[in-house]
């Protein structure tokens, strides 16, 4: 049986000069999983708690951790 669970990244903008924005990752909160181990989950992020993402690329690092999370075939459905 697959897991359903949601991931919550709580981001902080951090403005930098005229146009260059940065996200800092302040904490990754993992609900409704009730069977993996929680650095397994986390293991899959491309960014990890304290990193920093360029809001042109906030996207694709959302984009590629889910992906990396349907890729263990753990789970049936994430949110990241």
């Given at each position: 049986?697959?897991?359903?669970?949601?991931?919550?990244?709580?981001?902080?903008?951090?403005?930098?000069?005229?146009?260059?924005?940065?996200?800092?990752?302040?904490?990754?909160?993992?609900?409704?999983?009730?069977?993996?181990?929680?650095?397994?989950?986390?293991?899959?992020?491309?960014?990890?708690?304290?990193?920093?993402?360029?809001?042109?690329?906030?996207?694709y690092v959302i984009?590629?951790?889910?992906?990396?999370?349907?890729?263990?075939?753990?789970?049936?459905?994430?949110?990241?």
């Amino acid at each position: 049986m697959k897991s359903i669970f949601f991931i919550y990244l709580n981001l902080c903008l951090i403005n930098f000069q005229v146009a260059q924005q940065i996200f800092y990752i302040d904490t990754v909160e993992i609900e409704g999983n009730k069977k993996t181990k929680y650095n397994i989950i986390l293991r899959e992020f491309v960014k990890k708690q304290g990193d920093t993402v360029h809001a042109e690329k906030l996207q694709y690092v959302i984009q590629r951790t889910q992906q990396n999370i349907f890729n263990t075939n753990l789970f049936v459905f994430d949110t990241v």
